[in-house]
């Protein structure tokens, strides 16, 4: 079930079945929630025969296949080797995702330097390794949400299940962010990967931001794909 927007709805992949996700040109799949198990009896589990309620979290695993992709397959036999119920019985998947769009995918420099992103929330991703690319200091991401809100920066790191399997020891803090609010004010962010998909790293004192990737991270694989997202959010204040 292919997701545009804030609508999200969780879908049961049956054993024999593939979750198989799609999303229109300039939009990339966010993986929202992935659990594999016995979790209730339904159309993948007609007999409990008193084994529900088994579960673990594979949201690692779809992030490394899906997330920050315009498309994926995912056949459910692959995660038969996980067993977070008695071996006997077979389990499911239950998922949701999200299609986000991602601006720049399709302009140019220069008509990235002239839009601003009036959205009051989003994503940001690298949409090219090549430079100059849309997130990168020649052409920053500009976002602007309606007066009286500050912005919220949240880091996204889809490539947990990949960092570990890679054996790293410490977390990658190779990834350095730069914001800049209006005027002179800016602020460069160390972003270090591994420890946590989701981070909240920046609150703006205003409405207006400029955001740009000043050192890329070691490891990115290609075909179009970022394994990190920044979500942005308008924050409304209330003076007490």
């Excluded at 009896?41 to 007609?46: D, E």
């Excluded at 920050?68 to 008695?86: A, K």
């Amino acid at each position: 079930m292919c997701v545009i927007g804030d609508a999200i709805e969780l879908l049961d992949y049956c054993l024999h079945e593939s979750f198989n996700a799609t999303c229109p040109r300039d939009h990339v799949i966010v993986m929202m929630t992935a659990i594999y198990g016995r979790m209730r009896s339904g159309r993948c589990i007609t007999s409990d025969y008193g084994q529900v309620g088994c579960s673990t979290d594979v949201l690692g695993i779809f992030d490394d296949n899906c997330s920050g992709r315009s498309r994926c397959l995912v056949e459910v036999r692959e995660l038969v080797d996980i067993h977070p119920c008695q071996r006997d019985f077979s389990s499911y998947l239950e998922a949701s995702y999200q299609c986000v769009r991602l601006p720049g995918k399709r302009n140019s420099c220069h008509e990235v330097q002239q839009h601003t992103n009036t959205n009051a929330s989003g994503y940001l991703g690298l949409v090219s390794m090549t430079s100059p690319s849309f997130g990168t200091k020649a052409c920053p991401w500009q976002i602007q949400v309606p007066k009286g809100q500050k912005i919220n920066v949240t880091f996204l790191d889809l490539g947990m299940k990949r960092y570990i399997k890679e054996g790293y020891l410490s977390p990658d803090c190779s990834t350095s962010l730069v914001i800049q609010e209006r005027g002179t004010r800016i602020w460069t962010l160390e972003i270090c990967r591994g420890r946590h998909r989701s981070q909240h790293v920046f609150t703006s004192g205003g409405n207006y931001v400029k955001i740009f990737i000043d050192r890329l991270p070691t490891a990115m694989d290609g075909m179009f794909r970022s394994d990190f997202l920044l979500e942005y959010k308008g924050k409304t204040c209330v003076r007490s």
